[in-house]
T-cell receptor
Framework: GENVEQHPSTLSVQEGDSAVIKCTYSDSASNYFPWYKQELGKRPQLIIDIRSNVGEKKDQRIAVTLNKTAKHFSLHITETQPEDSAVYFCAAWTGSYQLTFGKGTKLSVIP | DGGITQSPKYLFRKEGQNVTLSCEQNLNHDAMYWYRQDPGQGLRLIYYSQIVNDFQKGDIAEGYSVSREKKESFPLTVTSAQKNPTAFYLC?????????????FGPGTRLTVL
């Protein structure tokens, strides 16, 4: 089955700096890659997603890039703010109606 | 995701008891899912259902059961056979049967075994 590795597990950045979280996947048939943000005790919220026919997608300060050949995708957050502090999860669609999630990255933005 | 509700928010279970977690959605979504979240483990799929009266096991189905009698509802029962049920349980739904669909999550139920 699909395996998704996410790095780093924790990330601290100064306010205003950029943050990058990387994920690799194993199943070359995976074709949908969402990113979720989860604040403490809350539900995961979709922040951006990308499909395999696109290499990059941006939404204001957030961008996701996808390299299908290398089977990895990354989340980029620019001009980080304290409210960006949360746990971020990547996921890959396996094709059998299942999402496989990475183990999460705890992002701390230091004011 | 505001159209997905879970109850209760907190649940306490004694050893040997079965408990049922509720998940309801009013988004007219066909597919529904149950995940378990443990610290440092990410989200792991327990069961999913693509359509009424049909459901499939996920990666960690042992000790759990589900039903899908109505499109809007997908309750999860944690049985006494689940040896370590303390966790945060998340229900999700996605629009259709096409396969690749965004999943939207409910607010979760935190289950604690006493």
């Amino acid at each position: 089955g699909e395996n998704v590795e996410q790095h780093p597990s924790t990330l601290s950045v100064q306010e205003g700096d950029s943050a990058v979280i990387k994920c690799t996947y194993s199943d070359s048939a995976s074709n949908y890659f969402p990113w979720y943000k989860q604040e403490l005790g809350k539900r995961p919220q979709l922040i951006i997603d990308i499909r395999s026919n696109v290499g990059e997608k941006k939404d204001q300060r957030i961008a996701v890039t996808l390299n299908k050949t290398a089977k990895h995708f990354s989340l980029h957050i620019t001009e980080t703010q304290p409210e960006d502090s949360a746990v971020y999860f990547c996921a890959a669609w396996t094709g059998s109606y299942q999402l496989t999630f990475g183990k999460g990255t705890k992002l701390s933005v230091i004011p | 995701d505001g159209g997905i509700t879970q109850s209760p928010k907190y649940l306490f279970r004694k050893e040997g008891q079965n408990v049922t977690l509720s998940c309801e959605q009013n988004l007219n979504h066909d597919a529904m899912y149950w995940y378990r979240q443990d610290p440092g483990q990410g989200l792991r799929l327990i069961y999913y259902s693509q359509i009424v009266n049909d459901f499939q096991k996920g990666d960690i189905a042992e000790g759990y059961s589900v039903s899908r009698e109505k499109k809007e509802s997908f309750p999860l029962t944690v049985t006494s056979a689940q040896k370590n049920p303390t966790a945060f349980y998340l229900c999700a739904s996605s629009p259709g049967l096409a396969g690749v669909d965004t999943q939207y999550f409910g607010p979760g139920t935190r289950l604690t075994v006493l």
